[in-house]
């Protein structure tokens, strides 16, 4: 029977990250980048726990839990600046503000 | 002796004082504080000469170190003052000669809307030159040098509204700098030399320097006193020292300011003992510009021009003495100088305030008949520096050609130039006196003042004061600025006459401080002599009588032909009076060319070398940070989303060079 290897979920999380990192980069609105953001670092946890079922090392998963704390907190402090953006403003575009253009 | 520091205090004092609340003070009482400031600083010096008299000779020495100055490691600069024979005599008619020129300055600024500054100015004036002769060491004696160098500027540009007169401040100054630029060399070769500043133990290390160093010191401090001293080459601003108020020129001449040169190459006598030919060449520059400038002085027709020059001539002599270490001749002479220079300078200033500050000599004339004190002591100043005896100036100069004559190579010669310039001296003194004080009134009851060519530079001096004498109102009155064809001189008041009587006893009889005649007479001599290293002495008795003879006679000469020329008229005064005299041998004209014309354009290459290289590796420097900023800035574009691709660039790269290094 045919069953997933590691390697396919090696491959999943990066094609994830990838879909994460190229709508960083492409899209202007602060909460699609967020989401963004938010793929990226899934990604990574995805790919903690295969190598941790890889190696068989309990670490793996125990780091994703740290990721999701630090997730959860920059998700409060990252949608508190985007709320307080909206207010301001009537659209939400990330290149509108660069105030520290050079 | 503790009191040596009320010397210089005493005026420092006034001049803090009258610098404070001299408006406030207000006129009469502004000059009598001045003067009695620096009377009571007279009074200190005698006292101090009595007490030292009585020490035996040798041991008339007095250090008092006040504070330190200048802390530094090794180097310490106390400010001390050192009182021996020498400093307290220069203080002694420097003070006595100053409070008699305080005194005439009472009368002669009287109404001057800026009294109290004058007399400021003039207490500063003081204290510099007794800061600069009372020093026990370099710095302090160049503290004094410098504050001379200062007040000399104040007070010849005392009446600055004046463009040539503000002028004439400055070119004092700047001229005094480049001697001071020697002052400053000199002073750092003696401390490489020697490792101190101080003049006692500079004079004790000198006979252990080298020939060859001690004449390069001798070189630098002889340029500091041609500043000073007024000396070619740069005597050039002592004539146009003239705009400034006549007791500032009496002041300037007499009692301060140039006697500092001749001062400080006494006071430094154990190096120029070993200097070698730089002896010579002080004797020679002396000779030559004693020659010059009364060859200038011949032709001059503003009477201060002409007792300017004289000045210059008579401080040659001095150099000359120095020259051929004859260091007592060169203070005899400045002593006897001093008395019979400050004499006519304040005698010139008392003709010139009666007769509505008119300068120039031709508009003057049968003054004796109006100004009969000025004329009696102006005639006595006229006899002693004449070099008629017994009168004080012939003594000293006497002595000074006497040393003269018995240098080593070409004594002789330079006995003769003394002679021809001591001749020159008879005859222009006796032209001034006589287009002064003989004639006819005519020259300024008809004469326009159109009618004369105007004097080479001429220099106005005048004041509000010359209007006090006049019924006319003090102030707004211009037509007292002239001379009218109706004008009656008037003696001046007692405070100006005064000094004039004081000074002319002091001309008649200077002499007797120094007569040749047998060694007992040599009270300079003995008084001065613990201080002074080298000092040769005079040829034999039967050489300095013919001597003498001659000198006499070159004098007499000098007088009698200037009579024959300007009160028998025999001779066409033009012959003599030629244009290159009048214009001093067009020394400073060329000067001006010179400085004016390639040495302009030589420091305008200088300034834009600075401008362009200098400034421009500076300026380069800064343009290039900033070009480089305005591209680097392109990179912060303020865009969020091109920071997160460099981010993602950059860990890329990170993972793409560590898997390479793994790899290989």
Same mark, same amino acid.
Not at chain 2, 74 to 103: N, R
């Given at each position: 029977?045919?069953?997933?290897?590691?390697?396919?979920?090696?491959?999943?999380?990066?094609?994830?990250?990838?879909?994460?990192?190229?709508?960083?980069?492409?899209?202007?609105?602060?909460?699609?980048?967020?989401?963004?953001?938010?793929?990226?670092?899934?990604?990574?946890?995805?790919?903690?726990?295969?190598?941790?079922?890889?190696?068989?090392?309990?670490?793996?998963?125990?780091?994703?839990?740290?990721?999701?704390?630090?997730?959860?907190?920059?998700?409060?402090?990252?949608?508190?600046?985007?709320?307080?953006?909206?207010?301001?403003?009537?659209?939400?575009?990330?290149?509108?503000?660069?105030?520290?253009?050079? | 002796?503790?009191?040596?520091?009320? @010397?210089?205090?005493?005026?420092?004092?006034?001049?803090?004082?009258?610098?404070?609340?001299?408006?406030?003070?207000?006129?009469?009482?502004?000059?009598?504080?001045?003067?009695?400031?620096?009377?009571?600083?007279?009074?200190?010096?005698?006292?101090?000469?009595?007490?030292?008299?009585?020490?035996?000779?040798?041991?008339?020495?007095?250090?008092?170190?006040?504070?330190?100055?200048?802390? #530094?490691?090794?180097?310490?600069?106390?400010?001390?003052?050192?009182?021996?024979?020498?400093?307290?005599?220069?203080?002694?008619?420097?003070?006595?000669?100053?409070?008699?020129?305080?005194?005439?300055?009472?009368?002669?600024?009287?109404? +001057?809307?800026?009294?109290?500054?004058?007399?400021?100015?003039?207490?500063?004036?003081?204290?510099?030159?007794?800061?600069?002769?009372?020093?026990?060491?370099?710095?302090?004696?160049?503290?004094?040098?410098?504050?001379?160098?200062?007040?000399?500027?104040?007070?010849?540009?005392?009446?600055?509204?004046?463009?040539?007169?503000?002028?004439?401040?400055?070119?004092?100054?700047?001229?005094?700098? @480049?001697?001071?630029?020697?002052?400053?060399?000199?002073? *750092?070769?003696?401390?490489?030399?020697?490792?101190?500043?101080?003049?006692?133990?500079?004079?004790?290390?000198?006979?252990?320097?080298?020939?060859?160093?001690?004449?390069?010191?001798?070189?630098?401090?002889?340029?500091?006193?041609?500043?000073?001293?007024?000396?070619?080459?740069?005597?050039?601003?002592?004539?146009?020292?003239?705009?400034?108020?006549?007791?500032?020129?009496?002041?300037?001449?007499?009692?301060?300011?140039?006697?500092?040169?001749?001062?400080?190459?006494?006071?430094?006598?154990?190096?120029?003992?070993?200097?070698?030919? #730089?002896?010579?060449? @002080?004797?020679?520059?002396?000779?030559?510009?004693?020659?010059?400038?009364?060859?200038?002085?011949?032709?001059?027709?503003?009477?201060?021009?002409?007792?300017?020059?004289?000045?210059?001539? =008579?401080?040659?002599?001095?150099?000359?003495?120095?020259?051929? =270490? !004859?260091?007592?001749?060169?203070?005899?002479?400045?002593?006897?100088?001093?008395?019979?220079?400050?004499?006519?300078?304040?005698?010139?200033?008392?003709?010139?305030?009666?007769?509505?500050?008119?300068?120039?000599? &031709?508009?003057?004339?049968?003054? &004796?008949?109006?100004?009969?004190?000025?004329?009696?002591?102006?005639? @006595?100043?006229?006899?002693?520096?004449?070099?008629?005896?017994? *009168?004080?100036?012939?003594?000293?100069?006497?002595?000074?050609?006497?040393?003269?004559? =018995?240098?080593?190579?070409?004594?002789?010669?330079?006995?003769?130039?003394?002679?021809?310039?001591?001749?020159?001296?008879?005859?222009?003194?006796?032209?001034?006196?006589?287009?002064?004080?003989?004639?006819?009134?005519?020259?300024?009851?008809?004469?326009?003042?159109?009618?004369?060519? %105007?004097?080479?530079?001429?220099? +106005?001096?005048?004041?509000?004061?010359?209007?006090?004498?006049?019924?006319?109102?003090?102030?707004?009155?211009?037509?007292?600025?002239?001379?009218?064809?109706?004008?009656?001189?008037?003696?001046?008041?007692?405070?100006?006459?005064?000094?004039?009587?004081?000074?002319?006893?002091?001309?008649?009889?200077?002499?007797?401080? !120094?007569?040749?005649?047998?060694?007992?007479?040599?009270?300079?001599?003995?008084?001065?002599?613990?201080?002074? %290293?080298?000092?040769?002495?005079?040829?034999?008795?039967?050489?300095?009588?013919?001597?003498?003879?001659?000198?006499?006679?070159?004098?007499?000469?000098?007088?009698?032909?200037?009579?024959?020329?300007?009160?028998?008229?025999?001779?066409?005064?033009?012959?003599?009076?030629?244009?290159?005299?009048?214009?001093?041998?067009?020394?400073?004209?060329?000067?001006?060319?010179?400085?004016?014309?390639?040495?302009?354009?030589?420091? =305008?290459?200088?300034?834009?070398?600075?401008?362009?290289?200098?400034?421009?590796?500076? &300026?380069?420097?800064?343009?290039?940070?900033?070009?480089?900023?305005?591209?680097? &800035?392109?990179?912060?574009?303020?865009?969020?989303?091109?920071?997160?691709?460099?981010?993602?660039?950059?860990?890329?790269?990170?993972?793409?060079? #560590?898997?390479?290094?793994?790899?290989?």
């Amino acid at each position: 029977m045919f069953t997933f290897g590691d390697s396919w979920y090696l491959v999943l999380a990066a094609i994830i990250f990838a879909i994460g990192a190229v709508g960083l980069i492409v899209r202007r609105n602060p909460l699609v980048m967020f989401m963004c953001v938010e793929l990226m670092l899934n990604a990574v946890n995805l790919t903690f726990v295969a190598f941790g079922n890889l190696l068989n090392d309990v670490g793996g998963q125990t780091v994703v839990f740290f990721v999701l704390v630090v997730a959860a907190a920059e998700v409060v402090v990252g949608l508190a600046i985007i709320v307080a953006i909206m207010r301001r403003r009537a659209d939400a575009n990330a290149d509108d503000l660069s105030l520290l253009r050079g | 002796m503790e009191l040596i520091w009320l @010397i210089p205090a005493l005026p420092v004092a006034g001049f803090v004082l009258l610098a404070a609340l001299g408006r406030r003070i207000g006129e009469p009482r502004a000059g009598a504080i001045a003067t009695l400031a620096v009377a009571g600083s007279f009074v200190a010096s005698v006292a101090i000469v009595f007490t030292l008299a009585q020490e035996p000779e040798g041991s008339r020495q007095i250090t008092q170190t006040l504070w330190t100055w200048i802390p #530094a490691d090794s180097f310490q600069v106390s400010f001390g003052l050192l009182a021996d024979e020498l400093s307290l005599m220069m203080c002694l008619f420097i003070t006595g000669v100053g409070a008699l020129i305080h005194v005439y300055s009472i009368g002669y600024m009287k109404g +001057d809307p800026e009294y109290a500054r004058f007399f400021t100015y003039l207490n500063l004036f003081v204290a510099s030159m007794l800061l600069l002769v009372l020093g026990d060491n370099l710095i302090l004696t160049f503290l004094g040098w410098e504050g001379v160098g200062a007040c000399s500027y104040l007070l010849i540009s005392f009446w600055f509204t004046e463009p040539a007169n503000a002028t004439a401040g400055k070119k004092a100054f700047v001229t005094n700098r @480049i001697g001071d630029f020697g002052y400053m060399l000199g002073t *750092f070769l003696v401390f490489v030399t020697f490792g101190t500043i101080d003049f006692l133990q500079i004079d004790a290390a000198a006979p252990g320097v080298s020939s060859g160093t001690a004449t390069v010191i001798a070189l630098l401090f002889f340029l500091a006193a041609t500043g000073k001293s007024a000396q070619l080459p740069l005597f050039v601003w002592l004539p146009d020292a003239m705009a400034g108020p006549t007791p500032v020129s009496a002041l300037i001449h007499a009692a301060t300011m140039v006697t500092s040169g001749v001062f400080l190459l006494t006071r430094l006598s154990p190096i120029l003992e070993a200097a070698g030919w #730089a002896n010579d060449l @002080i004797a020679w520059v002396g000779a030559v510009t004693a020659l010059l400038a009364a060859g200038a002085a011949v032709a001059q027709n503003d009477i201060k021009k002409v007792l300017a020059y004289s000045t210059v001539s =008579q401080l040659g002599f001095m150099f000359i003495a120095i020259g051929s =270490q !004859n260091y007592v001749g060169a203070l005899f002479h400045m002593i006897t100088h001093a008395f019979f220079k400050a004499l006519l300078f304040l005698g010139a200033g008392a003709v010139i305030y009666s007769m509505a500050h008119e300068q120039d000599m &031709r508009r003057y004339g049968q003054l &004796r008949r109006y100004l009969p004190v000025t004329f009696a002591t102006m005639f @006595i100043g006229w006899l002693a520096i004449s070099g008629i005896p017994p *009168f004080s100036g012939f003594w000293s100069k006497d002595e000074i050609l006497a040393g003269s004559f =018995q240098v080593k190579p070409a004594g002789q010669l330079l006995w003769v130039v003394g002679i021809i310039a001591a001749v020159l001296t008879a005859f222009y003194m006796t032209r001034l006196m006589i287009m002064t004080f003989a004639g006819g009134t005519e020259k300024w009851r008809t004469a326009a003042p159109e009618s004369l060519p %105007e004097a080479p530079t001429g220099s +106005d001096d005048h004041a509000d004061g010359a209007a006090a004498d006049h019924p006319a109102p003090a102030h707004g009155a211009h037509d007292d600025h002239h001379l009218t064809p109706d004008h009656t001189p008037r003696e001046p008041s007692a405070l100006m006459l005064g000094p004039l009587v004081v000074l002319a006893a002091f001309a008649a009889v200077a002499g007797l401080l !120094n007569l040749p005649f047998a060694d007992q007479l040599h009270f300079l001599d003995h008084w001065v002599e613990p201080v002074l %290293e080298g000092q040769s002495g005079l040829p034999p008795a039967a050489v300095q009588w013919v001597l003498a003879l001659v000198s006499i006679a070159g004098a007499s000469f000098g007088v009698l032909f200037s009579w024959r020329v300007y009160q028998r008229h025999r001779v066409d005064p033009a012959k003599i009076e030629q244009p290159v005299f009048a214009h001093a041998w067009y020394i400073d004209d060329s000067y001006a060319e010179v400085v004016g014309g390639p040495g302009e354009a030589a420091f =305008q290459g200088v300034a834009d070398f600075d401008h362009n290289v200098v400034d421009g590796a500076v &300026r380069g420097v800064g343009g290039v940070t900033v070009r480089a900023g305005e591209i680097t &800035r392109r990179l912060q574009t303020g865009f969020v989303r091109s920071y997160a691709f460099g981010i993602g660039a950059g860990a890329l790269a990170v993972v793409v060079f #560590a898997v390479v290094r793994m790899s290989l």
